[in-house]
């Protein structure tokens, strides 16, 4: 058996495709570092998280196209429910 806090990766991001840029490490730091402390994003680094996530999902809607998988779960939800 595996402990469960054990890595059998041989590098961060091992698993992943993507790579992630030294600009969106950082942030991501940032923004760590804020939530822990209890403070505010410092604004430039919120507007850089925002940009790459609208970056990335108009990638997504233009590799996948709309993925609407919410209604159908929920109406199967519903649906177990009775």
């Not at 059998?8 to 091992?14: R, S």
């Not at 940032?30 to 990335?56: H, K, Q, S, Y």
């Amino acid at each position: 058996m595996i402990p469960v806090d054990s890595c059998l990766c041989i590098d961060d991001n091992f698993s992943m495709l993507t790579e992630i840029t030294p600009t969106a490490n950082d942030d991501l730091r940032a923004v760590n570092e804020a939530f822990l402390a209890g403070r505010p994003v410092d604004p430039e680094v919120a507007r850089r998280v925002r940009e790459r996530g609208a970056e990335i999902r108009q990638r997504m809607l233009a590799e996948q196209g709309l993925l609407d998988i919410g209604v159908s779960l929920l109406r199967q939800a519903r649906e177990a429910g009775h």
